[in-house]
């Protein structure tokens, strides 16, 4: 088995493909260098590798070998030797698994420095200054990354070598007199070296290695071995990482951007990441090394002037200071882009002047960026419709869907602070200053806002949990601002006005002092900051042409038909503008809630008589017609399925002492009777009592008059060429013969309204089947119903046995211990659940094999159970007004899926 990789002036032995085995970083290196664009030369030790040494603990025979043959190849190229105390060669060695886990693994940088290569670079270099601010670095990561986390060496006195190292910076800095770190001279540097190498003794117990091999290779096991560390294990969990993938090594040629001010450093992005506009978007630093830009150091410069801010307005840009190389890695990015076909993220180091690429790879993006990318590369053809569709994710979606802080309320508040905006949206929360806080906080429901001084891999939980990010330092390129990206988190960084003190649990800004608990309202697309709440609005998606644009590629794609569920006419005209095309689910209970109708409807519940009963239920009638004129209407010329009355009646009747005085007297009862009569339908499992289609057997007038509104409506709107198409749905049908009753009963009125108007109008019956029953006996249903419509939610209530409102009590524990991978009443449980709707279509459908089938429920607006539905053949899912945007993406993706298999 090959190990080792090499890529070097213009050929590699790797490809862009080879992500598997070359992890992200070293198969993009290999691809870069394959299209003559200058990457330094080196070599990537696979992720099989990595496995390998992290089952067994050794090395296999001959790698060593190999891992020399390369280091050769290196030498060869570069005229340097490894080790060599005239002119030494030196390199980094740097980790990169198949999918970029941001700051999660390690880096090594200026591996080979020692004792006796020192004095050969100072020579070579005539630069002492660099060698010692290199070989400080050196110490730094080595001993953080080498000697203390993959030992698993926990420092004495609690703190990490890498802070006590940076402590004795500081304190040179402040001795000196200086700011920055290019501030230091040589002496300077010189002298820290020393005084590293004198901690890392006393704190880690072991001498700094002053031989290469034994950097080299405690390198490469360090980042190996950093696969299986803490933090890469909770990141792989949160963000559903298989185990055995593994991190590719690489082992790279150092170029310096810390030679003096011709050198630099950046990274950038090939367009906005936050915006989607395609403009070349970065940071840069002069004289720096490394993480110098993301690690918040200093501020880091604008590339151009389209990364200007008015903070960064003064600051210098790469394309005026460095108009050359600038247009060099202008001309890199265009490259970039039309190779990769796709957004890229990269890392470039400046050497006295010559341009060096370091990284490639797909940029992360939030949603509007996403869309907005996705729609333009198609326009100009560098993508089709399908890849375009593909690319933007539900989630990305649903993320420009969501609220922004409302101006208006923006205008009068007064700012706290301001930061970089690193995450657009706004959110309202509560102050919180650790990641377990946030995460504590929002488990016991509160809205947060996780508030650092930055942020760190190690706080990635509470950074999920937090509704947003603000930061005390750092860049839009920083730790906080890309995983707040990745996730379209609102988030603020580099906000250098707030003073944070985390064990008073409080911060300062100016002279304000918040505390813990305290709410801040941050507008992240403005990177502004202001206490209190403001209130926030949901974006106005009709002006959003690259959202229009979109949804029509998708529409274009999907076969999936997309309805909604509603009740109300606005909430109609709502889904309509979504794109729904019909209502899946009308439920008719909640038109009786009305005040104006609720006593009414009481009446009827109460009432003793069947004759009673049919007196007060036509008192609902009117108003009911006019219901469904109105969602007919709002919908027309989509179909509207109209469900009968559905919940267990005592839900209507459950009074306090006023309501039912007033009942009574209403009734003419006495209060006896009607306590009486509330305790007869009081029922033990009303899930499983008295509901649904039983209720319209048992009162078969509850049918006859939701009927007759619904006919009356239909027969009104045709007569005045409104163009309608009413299905009316049985609920709860477990038996043939429960339907044929209330179809019955249904057919008979809607003769009635068609000869007592003579109007003729078409309809549809049909049933919603969520009982397993149901799905046992679909062929039985299916010869008398015109369509299915999936009740997913009870479905899934009644297959599992899990009652829907009560299964928060045990759910957690469900998860935790691994019983279920998630909520079914969220994600349809396909094996299962889905196993009996697949039967129910196959059997419903060998009858009647132009039967409607569709589903409402929860599962309608969720992703993973969409592509189940459009897998298994069903003609629509209804879903939430909001979520009908999602669905119709979802379906669209559900659809390539199929056409790939
Ligand atoms: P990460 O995946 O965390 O970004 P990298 O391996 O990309 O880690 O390295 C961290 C930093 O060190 C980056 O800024 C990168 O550009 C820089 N770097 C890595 N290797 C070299 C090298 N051979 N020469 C100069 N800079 C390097
Ligand atoms: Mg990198
Ligand atoms: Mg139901």
Redesign the pocket.
């Known amino acids: 088995m090959k190990n080792v990789y090499f890529f070097g002036v213009g050929k590699a032995e790797g490809a862009a493909e080879q992500k598997n085995t070359l992890g992200g970083k070293g198969a993009n290196l290999a691809e870069m260098t394959n299209l003559g664009i200058p990457v330094p030369p080196g070599f990537t030790l696979t992720t099989n590798l990595c496995m390998d040494y992290l089952d067994h603990g050794v090395y296999p025979e001959g790698l060593d070998n190999e891992v020399q043959s390369a280091v050769k190849k290196i030498e060869a190229i570069m005229g340097q030797k490894f080790g060599d105390p005239d002119n030494p060669l030196l390199v980094s060695i740097r980790s990169g698994a198949r999918q970029s886990m941001p700051g999660m693994m390690e880096t090594v940088l200026n591996v080979g420095l020692t004792k006796a290569t020192i004095p050969g670079l100072i020579k070579k270099t005539n630069n002492p200054r660099f060698v010692y601010d290199a070989y400080r670095r050196l110490i730094t990561m080595y001993s953080d990354v080498v000697m203390e986390k993959s030992e698993g060496i926990k420092p004495v006195s609690g703190e990490a070598i890498r802070e006590q190292l940076e402590e004795i910076m500081d304190h040179m800095k402040n001795d000196r007199g200086v700011s920055v770190d290019i501030d230091l001279t040589a002496d300077d540097l010189k002298q820290l070296c020393e005084e590293f190498k004198e901690k890392v003794r006393d704190t880690l117990g072991s001498e700094f290695p002053d031989d290469p091999g034994t950097q080299l290779w405690g390198g490469i096991s360090a980042v190996f071995k950093s696969w299986a560390g803490k933090r890469a294990v909770s990141y792989r969990r949160i963000e559903n990482i298989p185990e055995d993938w593994g991190t590719a090594v690489n082992v790279q040629t150092m170029v310096f951007g810390n030679m003096g001010d011709n050198s630099a450093t950046g990274v950038a992005f090939t367009r906005n990441p936050a915006t989607g506009e395609n403009v070349f978007y970065g940071e840069w630093l002069i004289n720096a090394q490394g993480e110098d830009v993301v690690a918040g150091i200093r501020t880091p410069y604008p590339l151009n002037s389209n990364t200007k801010t008015k903070d960064t307005d003064q600051l210098p840009a790469l394309d005026e200071l460095m108009p050359d190389v600038y247009d060099q890695l202008d001309a890199i990015r265009t490259k970039l882009e039309n190779h990769y076909r796709d957004m890229q993220d990269i890392e470039f180091t400046i050497q006295d002047g010559k341009l060096w690429m370091l990284q490639t790879r797909v940029g992360k993006r939030n949603g509007a960026a996403a869309i907005r990318i996705a729609c333009e590369m198609q326009s100009t053809d560098l993508i089709t419709v399908e890849e375009a569709v593909a690319r933007v994710t539900p989630d990305q979606l649903d993320e420009i869907m969501h609220s922004m802080v409302d101006p208006a309320s923006e205008t009068g508040a007064a700012l706290l602070a301001k930061g970089l905006p690193a995450g657009p949206g706004g959110a309202i929360g509560q102050i919180v200053f650790t990641a377990d806080a946030a995460e504590e906080w929002a488990k016991n429901g509160h809205d947060v806002i996780l508030v650092r001084n930055e942020t760190s891999p190690e706080d990635v939980h509470g950074m999920h949990a937090a509704k947003a990010i603000l930061t005390a330092k750092g860049g839009v390129t920083s730790h906080a601002a890309l995983v707040a990206r990745g996730w379209g988190k609102c988030c603020i960084v580099g906000c250098s006005a707030l003073q944070i003190n985390i064990s008073d649990k409080k911060m300062t800004v100016d002279d304000k002092i918040l505390k813990e608990g305290d709410w801040l309202t941050l507008n992240g697309s403005a990177g502004k900051v202001y206490t209190g709440q403001l209130d926030l609005i949901e974006p106005d998606l009709s002006t959003n042409e690259h959202y229009s644009k979109l949804m029509e590629m998708a529409d274009q794609i999907r076969k999936l038909g997309i309805r909604a569920n509603a009740e109300r006419p606005e909430d109609a005209m709502q889904a309509r503008d979504f794109g729904a095309k019909g209502i899946g689910l009308c439920r008719t209970e909640h038109m009786f809630f009305d005040p104006e109708r609720i006593l009414a409807v009481r009446e009827m519940i109460i009432a003793e008589s069947a004759e009673r009963r049919r007196e007060v239920i036509m008192k609902l009638l009117p108003f009911q017609r006019d219901d469904f004129k109105g969602i007919l209407s709002a919908m027309s010329p989509h179909p509207v399925t109209i469900r009968l009355l559905?919940p267990p009646l005592h839900e209507f009747i459950t009074l306090t002492d006023d309501q039912k005085d007033e009942l009574a007297t209403e009734l003419n009862i006495s209060i006896e009777k009607l306590e009486n009569r509330i305790r007869d339908l009081e029922e033990l499992n009303p899930m499983l009592g008295h509901r649904g289609c039983r209720l319209g057997i048992a009162y078969p007038e509850i049918t006859e008059m939701q009927s007759r509104a619904i006919f009356e409506a239909t027969a009104e709107l045709t007569a005045a060429d409104v163009s309608v198409a009413p299905e009316v749905m049985i609920?709860?049908v477990g038996m043939y013969k429960e339907y044929e009753h209330q179809v019955k009963i249904v057919r008979r009125i809607a003769d009635e309204v068609i000869s007592e108007t003579g109007t003729s109008f078409s309809y549809l019956v049909g049933t919603?089947i969520?009982l397993p029953r149901a799905c046992l006996t679909a062929d039985e249903i299916a010869k008398h119903a015109e369509f299915f419509s999936f009740?997913t939610?009870?479905l899934t209530q009644t297959t599992f046995g899990f009652s829907r409102d009560d299964i928060g009590s045990f759910l957690p524990q469900y998860i935790e211990g691994g019983i279920l991978d998630r909520d079914p009443f969220q994600s349809l449980d396909q094996t299962g659940v889905g196993q009996l709707i697949e039967m129910g279509v196959k059997k419903g459908r060998s009858v009647r094999n132009d039967l409607k089938i569709g589903i409402c429920g929860e599962h309608g607006g969720d992703p993973d159970s969409i592509e189940f539905f459009n897998r298994i053949g069903l003609d629509y899912v209804s879903c939430s007004p909001f979520r009908v945007p999602i669905a119709r993406l979802a379906a669209a993706h559900a659809q390539l899926k199929t056409q790939r298999q």
Request: hydrophobic share 25%.
């Open positions: 559905d609920p709860l919603m969520e009740g939610n009870d």
